[in-house]
């Protein structure tokens, strides 16, 4: 098994679902010639052609426009948004078009749609660059919202995303590209040659979409991340010492309602952590899920650790990421309470 | 009825990739001064054939020809130069220091300076640019402090921006430059509706949008050209046409089917091509579509033909995609050495005087930047509050955020 960079499993991912399925289709901005401004897709147009992987002009509505136009017609596009931040124009076409095109013709139509974007900061991006908007998503009905923390994972659920008859937003944290990030932004990144999440099993595999993984089994509190905020959460527990069992979900929506339950009703305890603005964010969702149907089993309110309600800062990237520092306190505020 | 022929996607390439030889043969360069000059108030439907040709006042002898010459004393052309070399020496010290560490980003306009700076000589006080990150250049010819530039390069403690901004997202509304986007095209549509208020309030301010070749394929550009032809907004478009959209070739946009000038056309507007690597011209066409914006006969869209020389930005190395010498088989030139070179001709400078203008251009900006990295750099020295984090969200601070800043701790 070989061991790969996140955008090598990626890139992995797309190999292998265009080989097997000619309808597989790759574009976007840079996306073609050059491969990507991350390089995910480099290799493909010379392998595949460029009647399968082509640049696109720079209109993201247009992009998301066209494949719906496609996966209509039949084929499974899988298209990259360069930044998530760029992904706005498209909204309309994503919210009003592919998510309920089954539900309007009565199964007549439908979008296998795959739209492929890197979110989350942690690499001074500033406000364009950083921002992480699976809420905005997960709040539309008819979309399955996606997002790997890891290189095995994100092939796995990348060939799912292109295998689903749904249209599926799938979100790759950029600061995890090359290597787990635990938050600890002083200290050298690991690459994920030295991880084993960087195994990467050849050919075709998939991770069934609405599974959560469970990254660290634990008995005193529930902690719910997804993308980068796996390994700050990991990194949080170790340093407080704190047994907390370390839910990574994956898939956003549909949610791992069973896997989330089972734990929080172990444990009685839950922190809920992303990066996302916390007014609106996925982490309320979390929280009414976990009230709903753990709140007799709770012995402490739920927290949330989040990016903070501003838009991301340039200078003040570390003092705006929710680090493991911010969640260790938050682990331990949670084990005081009651 | 004969069987037709199965289908196949048409996919657009450049001319050449890394490897081959650079060809610019099909692009054809008309001659200086060939281009006619209408006046301001002619009819959009008299003028079609100046969105097919370009508009170039500087010959290959360095002579100022045509039409479209003698707009501008020696004096005032010498002023345009010296704010090129600006432009450039600011750039290249940038870049150097991104490269050392001292920001995270930084974007340079290296062969394009012609067109921010020509254009910005030719507004008024109270226009108003809403620039794309790459015309740096307005802001240095309005006379911006260049140490404040900096300062936000470096999101240091006297960053205009108080650290929220990425590198070269200025913004200076003294200035008449609208804070910068990181969103493509979006301003391209607000500069109209800022020229409609304009009208609405019945002032005589005109508002000038910018965007690059890749950008015009948003659909922002259409929505700010059917706004701007049916209110008569005054405005100038301006398209920065530098070949490249990051790795795309301005194909990909059809920016042969024929000329992105000519996009205006179907809105009725006037459309001009320009030599953008040519001072002279650019000004004067700049300020044609000035004067007819602020004369009441509406927007006009430009054109402007240029070259990106460098990378996208210090994120890019365009030797993945374009062969490196194409930037010297551009048949534009450069456009530092072209204003140079007339005026040389016409006895106002020297190699000497450029000589030490350059060397004095230089060192003033190594003072300026000893005094920007005396405050801070990105990662050294004394940055903005982190309680800047939280300020100008909202006009007052809600509740819930007052909490978040308490929680931060700041
Ligand atoms: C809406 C949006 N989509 C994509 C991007 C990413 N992006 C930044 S610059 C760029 C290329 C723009 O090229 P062009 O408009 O020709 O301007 P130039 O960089 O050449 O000046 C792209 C695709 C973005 N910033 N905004
Ligand atoms: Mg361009």
Redesign the interface.
């Known amino acids: 098994m070989a061991r790969m960079t996140m955008i090598e499993a990626l890139r992995d991912g797309l190999d292998v679902a265009m080989s097997r399925d000619e309808n597989v289709v790759v574009y976007g901005e840079d996306v073609g010639y050059f491969g990507g401004v991350f390089r995910v897709t480099q290799g493909l147009q010379k392998k595949y052609g460029k009647q399968r992987c082509f640049d696109s002009p720079i209109n993201e509505s247009g992009i998301v426009g066209t494949a719906i136009g496609m996966a209509v017609y039949g084929l499974r596009p899988c298209v990259e948004i360069q930044f998530a931040d760029y992904v706005y124009p498209a909204y309309d076409q994503i919210v009003s078009e592919a998510a309920r095109i089954r539900y309007r013709s009565n199964g007549d139509f439908t979008v296998p749609l795959t739209i492929r974007m890197p979110s989350g900061g942690g690499i001074f991006g500033g406000q364009t660059h950083s921002q992480s908007p699976e809420a905005v998503f997960a709040h539309v009905c008819g979309l399955k919202t996606v997002m790997p923390s890891n290189p095995y994972d994100a092939k796995g659920l990348l060939i799912a995303s292109i295998e689903d008859d749904d249209p599926v937003i799938f979100l790759e944290p950029k600061r995890l590209y090359n290597g787990p990030f635990d938050g600890h932004h002083e200290r050298p990144v690991t690459p994920w040659k030295k991880h084993e999440l960087g195994e990467v099993p050849e050919g075709h595999y998939s991770i069934p979409l609405g599974q959560a993984a469970v990254r660290r089994e634990g008995a005193d509190v529930t902690v719910l991340a997804y993308g980068t905020m796996v390994f700050v959460a990991l990194a949080a527990a170790e340093e407080t010492g704190i047994d907390a069992e370390v839910i990574d979900l994956r898939t956003i929506l549909p949610l791992d309602l069973e896997t989330i339950e089972n734990s929080v009703k172990k444990t009685g305890r839950c922190v809920i952590v992303h990066e996302a603005t916390r007014t609106c964010g996925f982490g309320a969702e979390l929280m009414s899920v976990v009230q709903e149907s753990c709140f007799y089993r709770l012995e402490a309110p739920i927290i949330r650790v989040t990016g903070w309600d501003t838009p991301y800062p340039h200078a003040h990237e570390w003092a705006y990421f929710p680090g493991p520092g911010r969640v260790g306190e938050a682990l331990k505020k949670v084990m005081e309470s009651a | 009825m004969s069987k037709a022929k199965p289908l196949?996607?048409y996919?657009p390439?450049p001319q050449c990739?890394p490897g081959e030889t650079p060809d610019f043969s099909g692009f054809i360069v008309p001659k200086a001064g060939a281009v006619r000059r209408p006046d301001i108030d002619v009819a959009p439907a008299e003028i079609h054939d100046l969105a097919y040709s370009i508009i170039r006042v500087l010959n290959r002898e360095g002579e100022a020809v045509g039409p479209w010459a003698e707009q501008l004393s020696d004096e005032e052309a010498l002023e345009g130069l010296r704010n090129m070399m600006k432009v450039r020496a600011y750039d290249a010290r940038l870049l150097m220091a991104q490269r050392q560490g001292k920001t995270?980003?930084y974007m340079q306009s290296l062969g394009e300076e012609a067109i921010a700076c020509a254009f910005q000589k030719a507004l008024k006080p109270g226009d108003m640019n809403f620039p794309t990150y790459r015309q740096q250049g307005l802001l240095i010819t309005s006379g911006y402090p260049i140490v404040d530039m900096m300062n936000q390069v470096y999101?240091n403690a006297r960053?205009p921006m108080?650290?929220?901004?990425?590198?070269v997202?200025y913004s200076s509304k003294k200035h008449g430059f609208f804070t910068i986007?990181?969103?493509?095209?979006t301003q391209f549509v607000q500069a109209v509706g800022w020229a409609m208020a304009s009208a609405i309030k019945g002032d005589t301010k005109i508002a000038a949008g910018w965007i690059g070749d890749?950008?015009t394929?948003?659909?922002?550009f259409y929505a700010a050209m059917v706004f701007a032809s049916t209110y008569h907004a005054p405005v100038v478009l301006n398209v920065v046409n530098n070949q490249w959209?990051?790795?795309?070739f301005q194909g990909?946009?059809?920016g042969d089917a024929p000329t992105f000038a000519s996009r205006g056309l179907g809105f009725g507007m006037p459309s001009l091509r320009v030599d953008g690597n040519d001072y002279l011209a650019v000004y004067a066409v700049s300020k044609w579509a000035i004067d007819r914006a602020r004369s009441g006969h509406g927007p006009t869209l430009i054109e402007h033909v240029t070259y990106r020389a460098g990378a996208h930005s210090t994120?890019?190395d365009p030797s993945?995609?374009r062969p490196k010498d194409e930037v010297t088989a551009w048949p534009l030139g450069d456009p530092v050495e072209r204003l140079k070179a007339y005026l040389i001709k016409k006895g106002a400078w020297s190699e000497e005087r450029h000589a030490q203008a350059k060397a004095q251009i230089e060192s003033e900006m190594v003072q300026f930047q000893k005094e920007a990295e005396a405050i801070g750099t990105?990662h050294s020295g004394s940055?903005?509050s982190?309680r800047?984090?939280?300020e100008d969200?909202y006009k007052e601070t809600p509740i819930?955020?007052k909490r978040?800043?308490q929680e931060?701790g700041?």
């Open positions: 196949s996607l996919v390439e990739r995270s980003f999101s960053d108080a650290g929220r901004q990425l590198p997202m986007s990181g969103n493509l095209a890749g950008a394929a948003e659909s922002d959209a990051i790795s795309t990909i946009a059809r994120s890019d993945a995609y990105l940055g903005p982190v800047e984090m939280f969200v819930h955020l978040q800043r931060a700041v």
